[in-house]
């Protein structure tokens, strides 16, 4: 089936030590997203590419970057990530004016 | 006030009720509906799609979007306890791609 594919499904890293998430697709599709969802709250829009423009929110920390190296991935990096930024990290894919479907998520616990 | 209200819940009912899950906005521009359905540890699977004012039917799942109200619904039927899950709804504008949520209604369906 086409689908949105992350990996891992859990990571857990340390305080400080650099994390890469990573997720595929299938659909084709030329928008791909990362969320971030914390425990009982709605996702949260961390970036966005629309093919390879990159978007990021404004309220996204700098300790976030993303890299999409062709149509099919696109990672999420964590600089240094701290115990705050302990989550479920969404990926999502759209084409133009269509839902989002998501990934099962990876979810993230630092220690 | 947040752009779209949804109510936390939880809401609690006995396996065969109808279910009604809600959602208010505030922002006119918006013009593309979802419903989606979170299970613990999984990302958003979406449900329902609609664009239009009126109902959209699929199997137990009715989607209604009154826009003069600003007001849309998801009705369950005959809900069982796999029903049991967050229910999300989101909207998306006619400008671009960007998705916002409500907050997410966790409904627990008890045999």
């Known amino acids: 089936d086409a689908m949105v594919i992350q990996n891992p499904r859990y990571q857990v890293t340390q305080f400080g030590k650099p994390v890469t998430l990573s997720c595929s697709q299938t659909l084709n599709h030329n928008v791909m997203y990362w969320y971030q969802q914390k425990s009982s709250q709605a996702p949260k829009l961390l970036f966005h590419?629309?093919?390879?423009?990159?978007?990021n929110e404004a309220d996204t920390p700098d300790n976030f970057q993303s890299r999409r190296p062709n149509t099919s991935f696109c990672f999420l990096d964590i600089r240094s990530p701290g115990l705050g930024d302990a989550a479920m990290y969404l990926c999502a894919t759209s084409g133009v004016n269509s839902p989002l479907h998501f990934g099962n998520g990876t979810r993230l616990t630092v220690t | 006030q947040k752009e779209v209200e949804q109510d936390p819940g939880p809401l609690s009912v006995p396996e065969g009720a109808i279910v009604s899950l809600n959602c208010t906005y505030s922002n006119s521009a918006f013009q593309y509906f979802m419903w989606y359905r979170q299970y613990s540890r999984k990302g958003p699977e979406l449900l329902m799609y609609?664009?239009?004012?009126g109902n959209k039917e699929d199997g137990r799942f009715t989607a209604q979007v009154d826009k003069s109200s600003k007001y849309i619904s998801l009705f369950i039927r005959d809900s069982q306890p796999s029903d049991s899950a967050t229910y999300l709804c989101a909207m998306i504008s006619n400008a671009g791609n960007m998705l916002t949520f409500g907050g997410g209604t966790r409904l627990m369906v008890k045999p």
């Open positions: 609609t664009y239009s004012s």
């Open positions: 590419y629309y093919d390879k423009d990159f978007n």
